[in-house]
């Protein structure tokens, strides 16, 4: 294994939704549906937000642009994203498993491909970047 082939996983906590597996993954295999967050994001930490029903772009500073397209779409459990534009490439996934008819549970997970000196200054802004995406999507309303 040599130095820039380690692989680097960061997972957000487990959370609980209180709609239906299905209701979650219709809501977020179609990017179109970001249109009811739109509110929610925080204009200090994004500027530009645009998207359609398979990719969405945003700019982050100091990150810069990124964008990224589903790649995988697995109904009703999991969509998968790949980075089209990103200054670090990373694949991102979010898995929704039910809990009973009425709920689920979400966790989302990026893969990066990390050199030690990038892991050791993106580590703490990514994990928590996972952790608000995941906080985010347990708050929407997937009726």
């Given at each position: 294994?040599?130095?820039?082939?380690?692989?680097?996983?960061?997972?957000?906590?487990?959370?609980?939704?209180?709609?239906?597996?299905?209701?979650?993954?219709?809501n977020i295999?179609d990017l179109?549906?970001?249109?009811?967050?739109?509110?929610?994001?925080?204009?200090?930490?994004?500027?530009?937000?645009?998207?359609?029903?398979?990719?969405?772009?945003?700019?982050?500073?100091?990150?810069?642009?990124?964008?990224?397209?589903?790649?995988?779409?697995?109904?009703?459990?999991?969509?998968?994203?790949?980075?089209?534009?990103?200054?670090?490439?990373?694949?991102?996934?979010?898995?929704?498993?039910?809990?009973?008819?009425?709920?689920?549970?979400?966790?989302?997970?990026?893969?990066?491909?990390?050199?030690?000196?990038?892991?050791?200054?993106?580590?703490?802004?990514?994990?928590?970047?996972?952790?608000?995406?995941?906080?985010?999507?347990?708050?929407?309303?997937?009726?």
């Amino acid at each position: 294994m040599g130095l820039f082939d380690s692989s680097t996983k960061f997972e957000s906590s487990v959370k609980h939704v209180p709609y239906t597996q299905q209701a979650v993954y219709n809501n977020i295999s179609d990017l179109r549906n970001l249109e009811k967050v739109r509110d929610r994001v925080p204009e200090d930490k994004i500027n530009s937000f645009s998207f359609d029903e398979d990719t969405v772009s945003v700019n982050v500073p100091p990150v810069g642009d990124l964008k990224l397209r589903i790649c995988e779409r697995e109904e009703p459990k999991c969509v998968k994203f790949e980075t089209v534009q990103s200054p670090v490439p990373f694949n991102l996934w979010i898995q929704v498993l039910p809990v009973d008819e009425t709920s689920c549970k979400m966790k989302v997970t990026v893969k990066a491909e990390l050199n030690p000196f990038i892991k050791g200054m993106v580590s703490g802004p990514l994990q928590d970047g996972v952790e608000k995406i995941a906080d985010a999507l347990a708050q929407v309303k997937y009726e």
